[in-house]
């Protein structure tokens, strides 16, 4: 199974500043996305990134504010724009390598706290 | 809209209990559906799937039903210990969202010795 690295694993800054997430997957795989946990509640899908084009975002998340980019099948990163106090959550990277039945695999997510 | 709908009380249990742990869903019609555990400060991690033409599915201590009738699943671990203790996540293929998967809250599991 897929295993993935994401830096940094938390990060304190102060509000109007922008993170950028890194993850990192040991084999290539098809599918990444990237989510959001707030404390007490479900994952939320932000965005699928898309090798060599542009992540297909859900609804209420937009490029400006959370861009994504995705040079290759191991690689992606999240960015975390203009940040504000409301931003203050974990952000989780995942993969999935193959058919559209295999489970998710996760880093252990980014604790962001905006200030 | 779809949901997915998990125990919002933790879950206390004894060790050496079984723990049944709920998940229902309504608006969805999956093909399949997955359970994860989900430890504090880590990423979740996959436990089972059930697809929609299997009643019940088995792993060591686990056991996981899928009645697509009722819209539920349940999922049991057997003479439960104290390092059971964790969040259990349901999970639902995101018809909208490609390959993705849609998640319910979790159940807090804790088991005391």
């Known amino acids: 199974s897929a295993v993935i690295s994401q830096k940094p694993s938390r990060d304190i800054c102060q509000r109007g500043t922008s993170l950028t997430i890194q993850c990192q997957v040991d084999s290539q795989v098809t599918m990444m996305f990237w989510y959001r946990q707030q404390p007490g509640q479900s994952l939320t899908l932000i965005a699928t990134?898309?090798?060599?084009?542009?992540?297909?975002?859900e609804s209420g998340f937009v490029i400006d504010k959370f861009p994504i980019s995705r040079p290759n099948l191991t690689f992606s990163t999240l960015t975390v724009s203009n940040m504000s106090p409301e931003d203050s959550s974990i952000y989780l990277c995942?993969?999935?390598?193959?058919?559209?039945?295999?489970?998710?695999?996760f880093g252990n997510g980014t604790r962001l706290t905006v200030t | 809209s779809q949901k997915i709908e998990q125990n919002s009380e933790a879950l206390n249990i004894q060790e050496g209990k079984t723990a049944t742990l709920t998940c229902n869903y309504t608006?969805?019609?999956?093909?399949?559906l997955q359970w994860y555990r989900q430890d504090p400060g880590r990423g979740p991690v996959f436990l089972l799937l059930?697809?929609?033409?299997?009643k019940e599915k088995r792993k060591e201590r686990l056991k996981v039903t899928f009645d697509t009738t009722l819209k539920q699943s349940l999922f049991h671990i057997t003479a439960s210990q104290p390092a059971d203790s964790a969040t259990y996540l349901c999970a639902l293929d995101d018809s909208n969202s490609g390959y993705a998967l849609n998640f319910g809250k979790g159940t807090s599991l804790l088991v005391t010795p």
């Open positions: 608006n969805y019609s999956p093909a399949y």
């Open positions: 995942s993969a999935r390598g193959g058919a559209d039945n295999s489970p998710l695999h």
């Open positions: 059930i697809r929609e033409n299997e």
């Open positions: 990134a898309n090798q060599g084009s542009e992540a297909t975002y």
